[in-house]
């Protein structure tokens, strides 16, 4: 981040949790300069001189948190309702999610939908608190499909072009080979440091049934195309094993959800090297919350279709060598569950893969291997000093950060309880 003061911090005493070897290391200090990882070395094997010194006592220190799938803007769970809310309502509403993603831990978060370069250069800029932003800018999505919040008989679509911005959509409207590649191209001059686009029916939807496929091949392939020659990728909403087959074959690089995989979809994407970035607490929280928090009775309706398939679908992908990276996706008041997902993942999958997840994945899907995600010299100073071990207990992560003693961010102590 810029604007800030340049510190220099030496954590000692504290046990380091590599996502990568999956164990906790005794005996090493981290020095940070300015918003970098400077030295990860023996403890007390260099003078201190200037930099300020902090005792972690015994605590765990661990990379900052990704969740590879948010919607920092989706302050109503209503996606039709939040895309009329004026723009300054939605921005304002977004202030306090992005606050408590970062007291969560979260210090980077990808935006599948809504969040564009504006806010994630407010965050860069410390105007405004919260994780680090890899927007998408809007979704691309065709007539009809997930990111189509018409209900049926309206005719006027709430987004009719690319100049007129609301805010509060998650998606644009846009068919056809030729005008999927302007809509590339104008996400990426906006600044959208990757695409998304919706290949399957979702539940939030009111008109496209789940068992959909979404695109053509050749719009797919051709906003593939587009991503590729800007150096990026594309980002996937589907549900099943058809949606993902057709979206992983045309070059979709992640696949968001992915509750409806089969067993040879999922070998076909490991041999892809495509990633999954399953959500399952979304489902969990739609179907206990959903209703009163105004979900239409449409999309309620659709929930169980894929929240009983979604904890399969995790040991599917596993099964597999599938990596998966870690995605919450939820709405409205239903952000307060975002860390709930690592409860989830660990359940049937481990506390180390669940760990990873949100650390060492989530890093390489979003193409910052050595950046974030770890403890090295040359990685951004994104770290948590946790009380507790999650290693051996998930639940220290768990929640609102009541267990994180202290949260650093691009070398910027943003909580400090020790």
Request: charged share 20%; hydrophobic share 45%; proline share 3%.
């Amino acid at each position: 981040m810029t604007g800030k003061t340049t510190i220099s911090l030496i954590l000692r005493n504290g046990q380091l949790l590599d996502p990568g070897k999956g164990e906790l290391l005794s005996g090493l200090e981290v020095q940070i300069d300015g918003e970098r990882i400077s030295a990860v070395r023996e403890q007390g094997s260099v003078a201190v001189g200037d930099a300020q010194v902090i005792d972690l006592g015994g605590r765990t220190l661990m990379p900052g948190l990704i969740d590879c799938h948010v919607h920092v803007l989706a302050s109503n769970a209503n996606l039709g309702v939040n895309a009329l809310q004026p723009n300054a309502i939605i921005l304002y509403r977004a202030l306090p999610i992005l606050a408590a993603m970062l007291q969560r831990g979260f210090t980077t978060v990808r935006d599948a939908g809504g969040a564009d370069w504006a806010l994630a250069r407010s965050i860069a800029l410390g105007l405004v608190p919260g994780p680090r932003i890899f927007a998408s800018g809007k979704a691309l999505s065709q007539t009809g499909g997930h990111g189509d919040m018409r209900a049926r008989g309206e005719l006027l679509l709430s987004e009719p072009c690319s100049c007129c911005f609301r805010a509060g959509a998650i998606a644009r409207v846009v068919d056809g080979v030729d005008n999927v590649r302007l809509a590339v191209r104008e996400e990426l001059q906006q600044g959208a440091t990757q695409i998304k686009i919706m290949a399957s029916g979702g539940v939030s939807s009111p008109t496209d049934p789940i068992a959909n496929t979404q695109y053509s091949e050749a719009e797919i392939r051709a906003i593939v195309d587009e991503a590729h020659a800007a150096n990026t990728y594309v980002m996937a909403h589907a549900y099943t094993a058809r949606a993902i087959r057709r979206a992983v074959e045309c070059g979709v690089r992640t696949i968001e959800h992915g509750n409806l995989v089969d067993a040879p979809t999922a070998a076909l994407m490991a041999a892809k090297g495509a990633f999954a970035v399953p959500t399952q607490v979304t489902y969990e929280m739609l179907a206990e919350h959903g209703a009163a928090a105004g979900l239409p009775a449409e999309s309620v309706a659709k929930i169980e279709d894929v929240r009983q398939a979604g904890r399969n679908a995790l040991k599917l992908f596993a099964e597999a060598g599938v990596e998966m990276g870690y995605g919450s996706d939820l709405l409205g008041e239903m952000h307060q569950y975002q860390s709930y997902e690592l409860k989830i993942r660990a359940q049937v999958l481990g506390n180390l893969a669940a760990i990873q997840s949100a650390t060492s994945v989530a890093a390489k899907i979003l193409q910052r291997e050595g950046e974030l995600g770890c403890i090295a010299p040359g990685a951004l100073a994104d770290l948590l000093v946790v009380d507790g071990n999650p290693l051996a207990s998930i639940d220290c992560l768990v929640g609102q950060g009541e267990q994180l003693a202290m949260i650093i961010q691009s070398g910027q102590v943003q909580k400090n309880v020790m």
